[in-house]
């Protein structure tokens, strides 16, 4: 065979198996199962990879009784890493945790929600655990090409392109990339 040949072989292999243990190590994650028992009270909750603008939230069956739509929920919701902010009743079904600062990319969080707190649930149904994960940060930029400001004086040049990123960024972020 020829030697570009073997080194072309090579490197397939090497990817192939690369391939392998890295679908074999993510599988070997584990998920967490979550009790049906919560299937009566909990209609739906913040999972998956979400911005780090996201808001945090539960969403009940049925409502509580005595709550007033867009007012502060009494502690209920903890998270690991912890989150700095507020949880606000949406409506008398809807938790909402509004962090004050934008979360931090690639984070992943495990939230308890104290059920118990606030409906008469049985003693293993006290506390819904769930987790998520913020969005890892990346970006791509793409450079279209450089053009004079002036055609008359070359000194000053222009470079046009694009950035686009995974997630939400500020316009400082971008400066400092660029």
Known sequence: ?????????????IVIAGGYFFINKKSSQKVKKIDSGFTNYISGF???IISNQSTIRVVLMDGVLNVENNTEA???????????GKAIWVNNR????????????????????????????????QKFD????????????LVK?????????????????????????APEEIEKIL
């Open 130 to 141: 769930f987790d998520f994960q913020v969005i890892k940060q990346s970006y791509i930029s």
């Open 74 to 84: 009494p502690k209920i919701i903890a998270f690991k890493p912890n989150i700095a």
């Open 46 to 48: 913040t999972s998956g």
């Open 145 to 169: 090409g450089i053009q004079p400001y002036d055609k008359k004086y070359l000194k000053n040049q222009q470079l046009n392109g694009s950035i686009k990123t995974a997630d939400y960024a």
């Open 94 to 125: 809807t938790i909402e945790f509004r962090p004050e600062d934008k979360l931090p990319s690639g984070v992943k969080y495990n939230a308890v929600f104290n059920l118990g707190k606030i409906k008469t649930v049985p003693n293993s149904l």
């Open 1 to 13: 065979m020829k030697k570009k040949t073997i080194i072309i072989l090579a490197i397939s292999l």
